[in-house]
């Protein structure tokens, strides 16, 4: 039978004696776990108050975050995922905006939010690892049973986006949508009862939940936990869970893949992954060392489904549209954009006709908003279509292709370069963990393109070789070779491990990390930017009136 809510996924789990949740530390079966899960539910009845039924989750990758995720789906309650990367003002706007009742967190989430205002009282917080917590859990323990109440329109999540490119926005799930992506999920990653699902991805992002909770939680596997994603931890985790599946983003794969190679690393029992961002160099590595496909596809809190990945495509594409109403489109004409031609390197000739928005003409519908923001609701539907905001082309053969997000185009010379090409050429280079570009502004005219390199400890920019390096990609062109270069041993990021592309771009050459500058027209050698050159750069800004251009 299929379930329409999380909440009836649960109850269907009850009587399941097989494995629904395991740590390092303690395994729990499916029937536990939507037993712990009614505890909390009704923990969090005793406590409501008037106002939207939210409940702020600040933990790890812990049992009693899953346990609060159920706890608030039996109750008909939204968890509201609190990113604890976050920090300072930013996270005190998030967590008032999103008009929490409670607060579930430990002894680190309380100091991390004191001090804030988020309009919540500190009576008002649940501390999982207070000595009375046990007990209080305990006395509430009930038979769990089906509130009538909850729908398929019941808000589950606000789900905050990333933060890449922009402000955060409380992006909302229902449990019926959350439920129909655990059916979909499981089919599409063969998801099935026999599995133990690796998640090292917070939980308080849409990648855990909507591509490993959800489907464990549909097709009854079960579900791993580690606090934090470890690069070095990764592999004995896997080995110590038995793991046969799990999900990750591009930075984590590189990082796992940046540890020193073993001749065992193929001996552990994933089969396959799902994730977004991995280079197609990064997905057969990985492939080759540890014998487990990862599985790229396209998606996002917001909207999911709209791309069926095939592995047959082409090496870094997408996948062909899942349905008919799925296509690109230019945002200023409303047509569709043609196929791209794709010269023998994979570069598209025709980047001003070929690339524009993936839109769902259907999608509108399903697009269930983001909490108090309508001016965000606005942008996603337009014409009654649902617009991802993400660019993108297609091949004669129908399959799409992510060509990054309207600031991933640089103009130099007169030229259109795709800071997504230099971003996947830099990261083939084996001691480069993560890459992003970007454009800044030349002081003259136009843009010139700028990388961001985080590299291992005990490397240096030297030790790149980069000139030798970026000369030998056929397919990068002259001017998509960065003209400036920053290295970091940290790159900042979202806490999903994403690059913080828009900071970056906005610190420019202007960063405390390292810069290097491209010199001469010979080739791409590089020299140290001292604080000399930043000053003299400032003054060729002010030279030639684009002081305004400096953010």
């Not at 202007?510 to 140290?528: F, I, K, M, N, S």
């Amino acid at each position: 039978m299929r379930h329409e809510t999380i909440a009836e996924l649960l109850l269907d789990r009850l009587g399941d004696d097989r494995p629904g949740l395991r740590t390092r530390q303690q395994e729990w079966t499916w029937d536990e776990v939507v037993r712990a899960s009614e505890a909390r539910a009704a923990l969090a009845r005793s406590l409501r108050r008037e106002g939207p039924f939210h409940i702020g989750v600040l933990l790890d990758n812990v049992a009693e975050y899953v346990f609060w995720l159920g706890g608030a789906a039996l109750a008909g309650a939204t968890v509201v995922g609190i990113n604890p990367t976050r920090g300072g003002s930013a996270l005190e706007q998030e967590v008032r905006h999103t008009d929490c009742q409670l607060i579930v967190t430990d002894r680190d989430g309380m100091a991390l939010l004191d001090g804030l205002d988020i309009g919540v009282d500190r009576s008002r917080f649940v501390l999982v690892d207070d000595p009375a917590y046990d007990d209080q859990v305990s006395a509430h323990a009930e038979q769990p049973s089906l509130d009538p109440a909850i729908t398929p329109q019941t808000r589950m999540l606000l789900l905050f986006t990333s933060g890449t490119t922009g402000a955060s926005k409380a992006a909302i799930c229902s449990q019926g949508r959350l439920a129909g992506l655990g059916y979909q999920n499981s089919t599409k990653y063969e998801i099935t009862s026999d599995d133990i699902c690796y998640c090292p991805m917070p939980l308080f992002h849409g990648n855990a939940l909507m591509a490993l909770w959800a489907p464990a939680l549909a097709a009854g596997a079960c579900v791993a936990l580690t606090p934090k994603f470890s690069a070095s931890g990764f592999l004995p985790d896997v080995r110590c869970f038995e793991a046969t599946f799990f999900t990750y983003v591009g930075k984590a794969v590189s990082y796992v893949l940046a540890q020193p190679e073993r001749p065992d690393d193929a001996d552990n029992t994933l089969t396959r992954a799902f994730g977004t961002e991995a280079s197609p160099e990064d997905q057969q590595a990985f492939l080759r060392r540890f014998g487990c496909r990862l599985i790229e596809g396209y998606g996002s809190s917001e909207g999911a489904g709209m791309l069926k990945p095939l592995p047959e495509g082409p090496p870094g594409a997408l996948g062909v549209a899942a349905k008919d109403s799925v296509r690109i489109v230019d945002p200023d004409t409303l047509e569709q954009c043609p196929p791209a031609s794709l010269d023998g390197h994979g570069r598209v000739r025709n980047a001003e006709e070929a690339i524009g928005e993936i839109v769902d003409h259907a999608g509108a519908a399903k697009f269930e908003g983001y909490y108090k923001n309508e001016t965000a609701n606005a942008e996603r539907v337009r014409h009654g279509w649902y617009w991802t905001g993400d660019l993108g082309y297609f091949d004669q053969d129908g399959y799409f292709y992510f060509a990054g997000r309207s600031g991933d185009w640089i103009r130099v010379d007169g030229e259109n370069i795709s800071a997504l090409l230099t971003e996947q050429v830099l990261r083939r280079h084996g001691d480069v963990l993560a890459a992003t570009a970007f454009a800044v502004p030349d002081p003259r005219s136009g843009d010139q393109v700028m990388a961001a390199l985080e590299i291992p400890e005990g490397k240096s920019f030297d030790d790149l070789g980069l000139p030798d390096f970026l000369a030998g990609q056929q397919d990068l062109g002259a001017k998509g070779a960065p003209r400036f270069v920053r290295v970091s041993y940290a790159l900042p990021t979202t806490g999903t491990g994403k690059l913080r592309k828009k900071e970056m771009q906005a610190d420019g050459w202007r960063t405390a990390d390292a810069v290097y500058r491209r010199t001469g027209r010979g080739g791409p050698e590089y020299a140290l930017l001292t604080e000399a050159d930043k000053t003299a750069l400032h003054d060729e800004f002010a030279a030639s009136g684009r002081l305004r251009f400096l953010p």
